[in-house]
């Protein structure tokens, strides 16, 4: 996971680092005084001891919740489940579960999908040093939330890695979600071209903000229902990788994502049944590393997320 710096807003002026990083990092308490005791926790530079300290406004706050390196090659856990939909000498494509981590960080040591590659793909565990790249997250070249399931394709030779990361820099690889939003959608599609970048207003939030990275996601109406409450089944585009991206974006039109907590500012579907953001990965295409043939590849609606549409109508 990489280094998490924020500017110390006024919301967190006077607030313990403790909590202040609880916040940031999203990690419990007891993982941030491991945080701070591995020296993994800075203030304007200087190393915090103390998880007392008082934070003042305008300070720059940086955590490191991974550990990098020094953290060493995860270990391999057989009682991770998840679903593969391809798999050769060069690439990997997951069917990921809602609820499963994808790498470890402060707070999610063990049980993460890394943890069950390794138990499938043990040489996974020698990537990171052939790519100089992170050993918590050998293979990974992108990453789906907690709470998203799909699909998702992960390295397994220093080639593919290279090249998967050259393609999705370059916007090579499709990635399509399949999102139920609130409200009535306008029109047959759409885009969102507005920059995401961490909240300063609430840290541990992403926004759309001008100090942001570019962010672009394209959508298109699939179904538009009407009860028991108007809502919009969209397809959607990522043609960037912001973390939060199509949640943030599509709650800055106007329409958050069915479910998501973090997003709908207190609006909700009447009668959801769904626990988690409506949002899955269901098709993923990208150009074989070696051979450089199209390859795609489709998931169907997981069964919480098909029963929660059941239950609408137009």
Partial sequence: MSVVRIE????????????AVALVADVSRSSVTALIAEGRVTVDGLRVRSRSTVLRRGQDLAVDPGGGAASGVPLA??????????????????DKPAGLVVHPGAGHRQGTLVNGL???????????????????RPGIVHRLDRGTSGLMVVARSAAAYHSLVA???????SRIYRVLVLGRVEGESGLVDAPVGRSVSSPTRMAVTRRGKEARTRYRVERRFAQPAPATLLTATLETGRTHQIRV??????????ADEVYSQGRSLPGAVVGRPFLHAYSLALDHPVTGERMAWTSDLPGDLAAQLDLLSE
Avoid at 77 to 94: C, K, Q, R, S, W
């Fill in 167 to 173: 393609q999705l820099g370059r916007r090579e690889v």
């Fill in 118 to 136: 390794l138990a499938r793909y043990p040489e996974l565990g020698s990537l990171a040093g052939q790519t100089g790249t992170d050993p918590e």
């Fill in 249 to 258: 974006h599509l709650a800055a039109i106007g329409h958050p994502v069915v």
């Fill in 77 to 94: 856990d057989p009682t991770v489940e998840f679903g593969v939909v391809h798999e050769d000498e060069n690439l990997i494509v997951v």
């Fill in 8 to 19: 110390v807003p006024a919301a967190l002026d006077g607030v313990r680092v403790d909590k």
